[in-house]
């Protein structure tokens, strides 16, 4: 972007996916991104995490928003859901997998939104259909990368469930809103071998 603001933040979405690679290895992962509490900007992190990998020519992602609370990935990108989303899929009033991959206008980025919102969705995150329609996505296509939006660790145990989805977590730590006992206890919610790291965001 020709905005020297944007251009920074670019490249800091850019050394993120380069360090999540290097983790991952060769093959293509499924990252969790969840923020420690309301307000951290996890979202804002999925979001252009999942932007950075389909800046990259050889590689597609897709985003998936698993906050079926507090859902913002649809609005944020200007995608109609008029076909559902995710909990619509796990609850099966949407049978067809195809009709909630949306396209968001960025070149090699989908997303599946969350769909109907749902004060509890431990239950579903566990079933096998959610875990079948991971391995399905993330099978696929070789080259794709998922990137899970998840609910705020502290508070629901979605995140913690929907880690063992996932083969790397990124935790988003918002600058003077997480404390460090906070971060602490949401860091040991997830496998030490799991676990990226923790970004910071809101940095002044």
Excluded: W
Excluded at 160 to 173: C, F, H, Q, W
């Amino acid at each position: 972007h020709r905005n020297d603001s944007a251009r920074e933040q670019a490249g800091a979405f850019r050394e993120l996916r380069t360090r999540l690679l290097a983790l991952g290895g060769e093959r293509n992962f499924v990252t969790l991104v969840a923020s420690v509490g309301q307000g951290c900007g996890g979202s804002f992190v999925a979001r252009n995490l999942a932007a950075a990998f389909a800046f990259d020519d050889s590689k597609s992602a897709l985003l998936v928003d698993c906050d079926a609370l507090h859902p913002s990935q649809h609005a944020a990108l200007r995608v109609d859901t008029t076909h559902g989303g995710l909990i619509d899929y796990l609850e099966e009033r949407q049978p067809d997998l195809g009709s909630i991959l949306y396209s968001t206008g960025i070149p090699r980025l989908q997303l599946i939104p969350s769909g109907s919102q749902r004060e509890i969705t431990g239950e579903a995150f566990s079933s096998l259909r959610m875990r079948m329609l991971v391995d399905s996505l993330h099978s696929r296509y070789p080259d794709r990368y998922l990137v899970l939006d998840a609910p705020p660790v502290l508070g629901s145990p979605d995140a913690r469930i929907l880690s063992g989805l996932a083969d790397l977590v990124v935790l988003v730590a918002g600058y003077g809103k997480a404390t460090p006992e906070q971060i602490d206890k949401a860091v040991a919610s997830f496998a030490p071998e799991k676990l990226a790291g923790v970004v910071f965001n809101h940095i002044p």
